[in-house]
């Protein structure tokens, strides 16, 4: 029989926000072979281990960690709010820090417990203009070209927000998928449908690029409270209401911070043969 107290393979974390879940990897202490390849395997949720999205920790000179995100397709994502609260939690508890700066492509993000369980992130400031976003050309980004009347908002990634009287109705597989790929986002799109419940709550459902319907998003959370509150339609602290939970959303002169719960599902091993199947 083989040693099961000496694995071989390459560890990786479950974890989960409010059930936008993630496979975690933690190289910061070697070297480990992460692909688009191994990513879209590791996706599959029949062949794989299943995930919305992938999450690569390494070593960074000037911050406690650097994260690179991909999508269940393999892609990459330069943002992913949940997961980097996710690996903040993780990060403080093994360090006992009250608070720490992680790197992403979206820049350096300050990471902070926010007591009673919860993890607080700094997403940076929204991304406005058409450039920045990008979409193809110079377009209003509150109100695009297109049925529906959405508004256009960069995390660090690019987001379409409907506002809808019903986001209940709304057929995520069909609608998502659509507006996705439409020609004005040439890196593809989020797409968030949002019900205004009040003042300081919306409703919110989430398509997500590269992966699909989702029960919860923190980059999509804060694009579609950046929206709601360009238009008017709340104030810039809101509660959002996704299918997997709540999150606090905060759009400060500083950035926009997420505050929500992380759960650590559990730790497991990649098999040689799979890595080998899959490189």
Request: hydrophobic share 45%.
């Amino acid at each position: 029989m083989k040693d099961s107290s000496a694995p071989q393979g390459l560890p990786f974390m479950k974890m989960h926000g409010l059930g936008n879940d993630f496979v975690v990897i933690d190289a910061r202490r070697r070297r480990l072979p992460v692909t688009a390849a191994l990513a879209r395997a590791l996706g599959d949720r029949h062949m794989g281990v299943g995930f919305d999205q992938l999450a690569l920790i390494e070593a960074d000179d000037g911050a406690d960690a650097r994260l690179t995100f991909y999508n269940a397709d393999g892609s990459l994502s330069a943002a992913c709010g949940n997961a980097t609260r996710c690996i903040a939690r993780y990060l403080m508890d093994e360090s006992a820090l009250p608070a720490l700066t992680l790197r992403t492509e979206r820049g350096l993000l300050a990471a902070e417990d926010a007591g009673g369980g919860l993890t607080r992130i700094n997403m940076g400031a929204p991304l406005l203009d058409w450039d920045q976003i990008p979409l193809a050309g110079p377009t209003d980004t509150l109100h695009l070209p297109i049925d529906g009347d959405p508004v256009a908002t960069g995390m660090g990634n690019p987001h379409c927000t409907f506002f809808v009287a019903d986001a209940e109705a709304v057929d995520l597989a069909t609608e998502g998928p659509a507006f996705e790929h439409n020609p004005l986002f040439p890196e593809r799109t989020n797409v968030e449908f949002v019900q205004v419940l009040s003042q300081d709550a919306i409703r919110l459902r989430i398509w997500e690029r590269g992966t699909g319907i989702t029960l919860a998003s923190g980059s999509c959370s804060c694009a579609a409270a950046v929206a709601s509150a360009r238009r008017g339609l709340t104030g810039r602290c809101v509660t959002v209401h996704v299918d997997g939970g709540t999150l606090q959303i905060d759009w400060r002169e500083d950035g926009v911070w997420m505050t929500g719960a992380t759960a650590h599902v559990f730790d497991g091993w990649l098999t040689p043969d799979f890595l080998a199947r899959n490189a």
